[in-house]
């Protein structure tokens, strides 16, 4: 019916028959639909969409950027762009309970970013719920944060690791990827804005094969620019 | 004063015409999605935030999103300056047009948050909830809130005597009838129907079908819309490829 | 009328970059201190108002329709015509701004961008009476704002000015059974061209045309309208904070150098109008 990556509406019939309906599409009778705006994706027994443009979809185990916006008696509200602002409990963060006299806010303040995975979430509950124990979570000190669509994360890591690697080296960067889209960038100013000049250009031309060379040579002729 | 003389309507359309449509999508920085339309003289700006938390929380059903709607006129929009406090009409308008886009979205995935979208009408001509529709539907698709299909609309009604398609301001004003159609052209589903006016039951038939048709065609537009951003991008990368 | 907008929280981690860059002289998009971002501007576009102007300052988007009526004039003036400023910050183009009538940011920047309208004596209101005491004419001047990416007053200001420089005025025609439109128009011709230009402050640095984020961390700001003639015809502190005279100095030598520039380019895209 349509070209593997082609671009497809919603509304749009994929296939017919035995198919399974794979992410962003749905099943009617047996034709499997499109229900967003993206590339079209025939697997083997699956035909799925690659979304252009989505909200992140909160799922148990992955690794969040979220912003502290709010602090309550028991932990911290935290927006990690989904429908839904995640709670972090505070015995998720230090263990245990804290003494009385330690305000929450001592911890984690508003504004403060955090690194933390999701370890419980289901569409009925209220809010997805976080925690920062654990390698590599915790709070960010210092960095430029960037948002791109969640869909587009894969893309930023690129085939087996090819763009990643390519960002950190040219750029001498540490990045931190949260799955809901949210990236940090930690280097010079310099390095941080080639990062998020990439991530840009990621998120804009990502649809067009070719994208890892592309924005290899974008950085390079960043670095030749000064 | 007649309004068709020789088959010819007030602005020179034939009666199954559509006034000339152009449709942007992500317009706007700040909004999740966004959409332009322009068809005829009318000018209607959409846009869409969510799905996100709903403040109060209370407000919030705990099994699917809600989707707010607002309809609203911009002062400067209309032949005499009207006030921005919404009037009775925006209100209805505002109610009409969400029932018209909720078939189309799947609210169950996003329980208890909230899809805000806003219709702001820039100039009036006539058919400003349908093409509010249209604009809508483009910025949800553009915002990427999932969809069933895209909901297209347009208007079919009757003056002097002639079932017309798409009717202006001063054809609304002064005609028999005026029927608004919102409708899914994929799962044929039709999710707005308003009449005012006076039809026979073999006219409201004929202008049900010709608004149905245009609905086809404007839907077209939509997709259009949706589409071009992307090619844009692919050709202008595609050049610097090559 | 307390605001009922929703604050934006903005993560630690930039506020320490906006400082930081500042304290280097830079700002995060890397302008100067005393630069402001890409301005565009487009004319004529909603086409059955009288007048209307759309301008662009970076992403921030504000459109202006202006529409003429006829009304009763004030008691006190009875032969000058009216000017009303509206300004709406509509939902769509912020997720802090919610639906309702105009709140207390509306309602300041419709006034600040009279003000300076009115202080200029933009509009010779003289010319706008048709019979004394009974009908003059009202110019509506509504402002829209629909993006907010920060200073939302200048580009207010300048669609206002622009709106009103393009705008056409219905000819009456006055006899004894009333008022009547003879289906002409003429040209508004302004008095004045007011230009606003609006400075933030940030710990001890002073910027101009101040973006988004640093709004969220200025602790006050400082708009100054200057007319064609060179003279200041509208001030407007706001925000928490304080400008020391110096402060206060510095921002009115930053107003006139930009005012310049940009009266330069409004009338280079629209002419004398």
Same mark, same amino acid.
């Given at each position: 019916?349509?070209?593997?990556?082609?671009?497809?509406?919603?509304?749009?019939?994929?296939?017919?028959?035995?198919? @399974?309906? +794979?992410?962003?599409?749905?099943?009617?009778?047996?034709?499997?639909?499109?229900?967003?705006?993206?590339?079209?994706?025939?697997?083997?027994?699956?035909?799925?969409?690659?979304?252009?443009?989505?909200?992140?979809?909160?799922?148990?185990?992955?690794?969040?950027?979220?912003?502290?916006?709010?602090?309550?008696?028991?932990?911290?509200?935290?927006?990690?762009?989904?429908?839904?602002? %995640?709670?972090?409990?505070?015995?998720?963060?230090?263990?245990?309970?804290?003494?009385?006299?330690?305000?929450?806010?001592?911890?984690?303040? /508003?504004?403060? /970013?955090?690194?933390?995975?999701?370890?419980? !979430?289901?569409?009925?509950?209220?809010?997805?719920?976080?925690?920062?124990?654990?390698?590599?979570?915790? @709070?960010?000190?210092?960095?430029?944060?960037? #948002?791109?669509?969640?869909?587009?994360?894969?893309?930023?890591? +690129?085939?087996k690791g090819s763009m990643i690697s390519m960002l950190l080296k040219e750029t001498g960067c540490k990045m931190i990827l949260g799955q809901n889209g949210y990236?940090?960038?930690?280097?010079?100013?310099?390095?941080?804005?080639? /990062?998020? $000049?990439?991530?840009?250009?990621?998120?804009?031309?990502?649809?067009?094969?070719?994208?890892?060379?592309?924005?290899?040579?974008?950085?390079r002729s960043l670095k030749e620019g000064g | 004063m007649p309004l068709i003389v020789d088959r010819r309507r007030v602005d020179g359309r034939k009666p199954e015409e559509l006034r000339p449509i152009k449709i942007e999508s992500g317009?706007?920085?700040?909004?999740?999605?966004?959409?332009?339309?322009?068809?005829?003289?009318?000018?209607?700006?959409?846009?869409?935030?969510?799905?996100?938390?709903?403040?109060?929380?209370?407000?919030?059903d705990p099994q699917r999103a809600l989707l707010r709607c607002r309809y609203h006129m911009a002062p400067f929009s209309t032949e005499e300056r009207r006030s921005p406090a919404p009037s009775r009409r925006d209100v209805e308008l505002s109610k009409v047009i969400r029932n018209a886009l909720e078939p189309a979205i799947f609210l169950e995935e996003y329980p208890r948050s909230t899809i805000d979208l806003f219709i702001e009408v820039l100039q009036s001509d006539g058919g400003t909830r349908c093409a509010g529709i249209v604009a809508a539907s483009v910025a949800l698709a553009d915002a990427g809130i999932p969809m069933r299909d895209l909901v297209s609309a347009c208007a079919a009604g009757k003056v002097d005597g002639h079932i017309v398609l798409d009717l202006c301001y001063v054809e609304d004003q002064e005609g028999e009838a005026d029927l608004p159609v919102a409708y899914m052209p994929k799962l044929r589903q039709i999710t707005l129907l308003q009449m005012d006016g006076l039809l026979t039951r073999e006219e409201f038939e004929r202008a049900l079908k010709l608004a149905i048709r245009?609905?086809?065609?404007?839907?077209?537009?939509?997709?259009? $819309?949706l589409k071009r951003r992307y090619e844009a991008i692919e050709r202008l990368v595609g050049g610097e490829g090559a | 009328m307390i605001s009922v907008r929703r604050r934006q929280v903005i993560p630690k981690i930039k506020r320490?970059?906006?400082?930081?860059?500042?304290?280097?002289? @830079? #700002?995060?998009?890397?302008?100067?201190?005393?630069?402001?971002?890409?301005?565009?501007?487009?004319?004529?576009?909603?086409? #059955?108002?009288?007048?209307?102007?759309?301008?662009?300052?970076?992403a921030?988007?504000?459109?202006?329709?202006?529409?003429?009526?006829?009304?009763?004039?004030?008691?006190?003036?009875?032969?000058?015509?009216?000017?009303?400023?509206?300004a709406e910050l509509v939902?769509?183009?912020?997720?802090? !701004?919610?639906? +309702?009538?105009?709140?207390?940011? $509306?309602?300041?920047?419709?006034?600040?961008?009279?003000? %300076?309208?009115?202080?200029?004596?933009?509009?010779? !209101?003289?010319?706008?009476?048709?019979?004394?005491?009974?009908?003059?004419?009202?110019?509506?001047v509504d402002i829209y704002v629909l993006n907010h990416a920060g200073n939302l007053i200048d580009a207010s200001a300048l669609s206002a000015l622009l709106s009103l420089m393009t705008a056409k005025v219905p000819v009456y025609e006055v006899s004894e059974s009333g008022v009547e439109e003879t289906g002409e128009y003429r040209p508004l011709e302004l008095l004045n061209r007011p230009i606003t230009v609006t400075m933030? @402050?940030?710990?001890?640095?002073?910027?101009?045309?101040?973006?988004l984020d640093e709004e969220e961390v200025m602790d006050a700001r400082l708009s100054i309208s200057v007319d064609a003639e060179g003279r200041i015809c509208a001030v407007q502190k706001g925000g928490p904070g304080y400008f020391t005279p110096d402060e206060v100095e510095k921002c009115v030598e930053l107003a006139f150098r930009k005012s310049e520039e940009i009266r330069g380019k409004v009338v280079e895209g629209v002419g004398q109008a």
């Open positions: 019916m349509f070209e593997q990556r082609e671009l497809v509406l919603p509304g749009d019939v994929l296939a017919r028959g035995d198919f @399974k309906a +794979g992410d962003n599409t749905y099943k009617v009778g047996d034709e499997i639909r499109a229900s967003r705006v993206g590339l079209v994706e025939y697997g083997e027994d699956e035909v799925s969409v690659i979304a252009l443009n989505s909200c992140y979809d909160p799922k148990v185990g992955d690794v969040v950027v979220g912003k502290v916006v709010d602090v309550e008696i028991n932990g911290w509200n935290v927006d990690i762009g989904g429908p839904l602002e %995640a709670f972090l409990n505070v015995k998720d963060v230090i263990g245990g309970q804290p003494s009385p006299d330690i305000p929450l806010t001592r911890i984690y303040d /508003v504004g403060d /970013v955090v690194v933390a995975k999701i370890i419980g !979430f289901h569409k009925t509950m209220m809010r997805p719920l976080l925690t920062t124990q654990g390698p590599g979570l915790g @709070k960010v000190g210092r960095g430029l944060m960037v #948002r791109i669509t969640p869909t587009k994360i894969p893309r930023v890591i +690129g085939r990236i940090i960038a930690i280097g010079s100013r310099k390095g941080e804005e080639m /990062v998020a $000049a990439a991530l840009e250009k990621i998120e804009r031309e990502c649809h067009v094969p070719g994208l890892t060379d592309r924005v290899h040579e974008f950085i | 317009i706007l920085e700040n909004a999740d999605g966004s959409a332009y339309v322009e068809q005829g003289m009318t000018k209607i700006l959409a846009a869409v935030y969510g799905p996100k938390e709903l403040h109060p929380k209370h407000l919030a245009g609905c086809e065609q404007i839907y077209e537009a939509q997709r259009e $819309a | 320490n970059r906006i400082l930081s860059a500042l304290s280097r002289g @830079k #700002r995060l998009d890397g302008r100067d201190l005393d630069e402001y971002r890409e301005m565009r501007f487009k004319v004529g576009l909603i086409e #059955r108002a009288e007048g209307s102007a759309e301008v662009l300052i970076g921030t988007r504000v459109l202006t329709g202006v529409k003429i009526e006829v009304g009763k004039p004030y008691p006190d003036t009875p032969d000058r015509g009216v000017l009303i400023v509206n939902p769509l183009a912020s997720p802090t !701004f919610e639906p +309702g009538p105009p709140d207390e940011n $509306a309602i300041e920047l419709a006034r600040v961008v009279d003000r %300076a309208l009115r202080s200029a004596e933009v509009v010779d !209101f003289g010319k706008l009476c048709l019979i004394p005491g009974e009908k003059v004419l009202l110019l509506y933030a @402050k940030i710990g001890d640095v002073i910027v101009v045309d101040p973006s």
